[in-house]
């Protein structure tokens, strides 16, 4: 079955940097796009991007452009999302999710980031 | 970038009874939408996409209508595991936007 299994909860001082992981399994890796959002508390949900792990490529939101990195390492299934230059606005559930129908559809358990001095 | 306006905000309603959620963006999406639930705790779960479509294993009382700006979710006979908050969210352009939410809550 799909599964995708995220990093733990982090804790960082403002304008640190934070990397989230998620290995997927149980599907052909690159065949499918990985979402990022994330859902600060009591929040909404939030869009930060989207990478091919076939080939690295991604698109972002502008508000995050020159501060977010998403990258793959196919040998082991695993995409990452780097944030730098955190503030406490960017604490929040950070969520990576495989497309299925062309929407985020199988999402791994969410990794909490807490940005705080 | 598409604004998504969700309303109402919080739908108080009693199992059995039907739910109507709105979704309306500043923009054309097409039939770009679809709609996720969140329970306290947990992940989004797909439940339409493509502004009608179901989802794999979705019940047949979650339906999902429009086109353009204008969207709905119905959720006829509400069962308990129903309550919950629901986001639609537009694929038509990037950045990918949700709305903000509508929370169905039990009356």
């Known amino acids: 079955q799909v599964q995708l299994v995220q990093s733990g909860a982090e804790v960082k001082k403002p304008g640190a940097s934070v990397k989230v992981s998620c290995k997927a399994s149980?599907?052909?890796?690159?065949?499918?796009?990985i979402h990022w959002v994330r859902q600060a508390p009591g929040q909404g949900l939030e869009w930060l991007g989207i990478?091919?792990?076939?080939?690295?490529?991604?698109a972002s939101a502008q508000k995050f452009q020159g501060r977010l990195t998403m990258t793959t390492d196919t040998s082991t299934s695993t995409v990452y999302m780097e944030l730098n230059s955190l503030t406490s606005e960017d604490t929040a559930t950070y969520y990576c999710a495989r497309v299925e129908y062309s929407y985020a559809y199988y999402w791994g358990q969410g990794t909490l980031v807490t940005v705080s001095s | 970038e598409i604004v998504l306006t969700q309303s109402p905000a919080t739908l108080s309603l009693s199992p059995g009874e039907r739910a109507t959620l709105s979704c309306r963006a500043s923009q054309s999406v097409s039939s770009y939408l679809g709609w996720y639930q969140q329970k306290p705790g947990q992940a989004p779960r797909l439940l339409i996409y493509?502004?009608?479509s179901r989802a794999a294993g979705i019940p047949a009382r979650f339906r999902g209508s429009g086109s353009g700006t204008n969207f709905t979710l119905t959720i006829s006979n509400l069962e308990p595991e129903d309550f919950a908050v629901y986001y639609c969210q537009q694929r038509s352009t990037r950045p990918l936007t949700f709305g903000g939410g509508t929370k169905v809550e039990i009356k």
């Open positions: 149980g599907y052909i890796f690159t065949n499918y796009y």
């Open positions: 990478m091919v792990p076939d080939d690295g490529r991604t």
């Open positions: 493509d502004a009608s």
